[in-house]
């Protein structure tokens, strides 16, 4: 038993030195990479100048909440830019990509690795996404102004861009 406390208790330290580092890297003026909740991020306000996202927006466990501390951390004038997929819009090829998508990938991905569900939830968690003109509204909503959207590849991915 003591050695998985000790095992805990040397990952907990880990991390801590780890955030404590990104932390001086960040003060020193160094670009890095963050993980973590964007629901309660520990930085302070007007912290960045620019946050972005790829691909981890559906992730996020409220949409306007996360947009409110995305808004907090960024300085004046500040800049956030967000790459998610999206459904396209125009119904032929909506129509195609979904056959594609929800039929055809998880098809051969499956075949290919054995496992289908891993295939069919990037498309249903895309149908789940809001559309572009709902995301913007959300940003708006926590005050981000010159919100844009940027269809992508005829519609299957979106940049949203705002400014603080």
Request: glycine share 6%; proline share 5%.
């Amino acid at each position: 038993m003591k050695e998985v406390f000790e095992a805990a208790e040397t990952k907990m330290n880990k991390t801590v030195n780890a955030l404590i580092n990104e932390y001086a890297a960040i003060r020193a003026g160094r670009c890095v990479v963050w993980q973590g909740s964007v629901a309660g991020m520990i930085f302070a306000a007007s912290w960045f100048d620019a946050v972005t996202a790829f691909e981890t927006v559906y992730f996020w466990p409220d949409l306007p909440q996360c947009f409110r501390e995305v808004y907090r951390v960024l300085k004046p004038g500040g800049k956030v830019v967000i790459l998610e997929f999206s459904t396209p819009r125009n119904p032929l090829f909506r129509r195609v990509y979904g056959l594609y998508s929800h039929r055809l990938l998880p098809a051969i991905g499956g075949m290919i690795s054995k496992d289908r569900k891993a295939y069919e939830y990037l498309p249903a968690s895309v149908d789940e996404f809001p559309a572009p003109e709902c995301f913007m509204a959300m940003m708006r909503e926590a005050g981000f102004k010159d919100c844009r959207a940027r269809s992508q590849s005829l519609g299957i991915a979106q940049i949203y861009t705002g400014e603080k």
